[in-house]
């Protein structure tokens, strides 16, 4: 991973589609102050090291943040 200061796009198109209809429901809104409103036009990128998908909220339209941390099931 990259440790820079500058956003490195990814596609998130590449991710499995029921990886990606996940991220896309299971949102939080800053602005609405709920969860799980949705978000479009998903933009993934990598940010100092770490991996974000942002899009719009589905109700007001404001950013929508998350940040991708991945599993490590299956460590038994």
Do not use: H
């Not at 949102?27 to 942002?54: A, H, S």
Request: aromatic content about 10%; hydrophobic content about 25%.
């Amino acid at each position: 991973m990259s440790d820079t200061n500058e956003r490195i796009p990814r596609d998130f198109y590449q991710r499995d589609p029921e990886e990606q209809q996940a991220f896309l429901e299971n949102t939080w809104c800053n602005k609405c102050q709920q969860v799980d409103l949705g978000m479009q036009d998903p933009i993934e990128y990598e940010f100092m090291g770490r991996i974000f998908i942002e899009g719009k909220c589905n109700v007001c339209g404001e950013p929508s943040i998350t940040e991708v941390v991945e599993d490590e099931e299956g460590t038994d």
